[in-house]
């Protein structure tokens, strides 16, 4: 059974950084993509960036790029969402998502994590 396991979250000024990992398990990856995803309070879920098991490629949200940075350890299993320049906008529970093939929508991934709150003050 796939599980995947988020950490990082937390509070943190306006401008400030974090980093969250996703730890996945249950199967082999290899031809999956990894998803970020958001929801704010009374807000729908929404893509926040993506990444491929194997090769080089990354996608972002427009309101993320430039700021946020994707990236995997294949020995780990685990994906990283690097946070910069964090607005108080990116408050949001983040949770992360696997699926076959790249998709932006959230209702085409197969299995999701618990989510983790990040809480941007300004």
């Known amino acids: 059974q796939v599980q995947l396991v988020e950490s990082g979250g937390g509070l943190v000024q306006a401008g400030g950084s974090l980093r969250l990992s996703c730890a996945a398990s249950g199967r082999t990856f290899s031809t999956y993509v990894m998803g970020w995803f958001r929801q704010a309070p009374g807000k729908e879920r929404e893509f926040v960036a993506a990444i491929r098991w194997t090769g080089d490629s990354t996608y972002y949200a427009d309101s993320v790029k430039g700021r946020f940075a994707i990236s995997r350890d294949n020995a780990k299993i685990t994906v990283y969402l690097q946070m910069n320049s964090l607005r108080p906008e990116d408050t949001a529970v983040y949770y992360c998502?696997?699926?076959?093939?790249?998709?932006?929508?959230?209702?085409?991934?197969?299995?999701w994590g618990q989510g983790t709150q990040v809480t941007v003050s300004s």
């Open positions: 998502a696997v699926r076959r093939g790249y998709s932006v929508t959230s209702m085409a991934y197969d299995y």
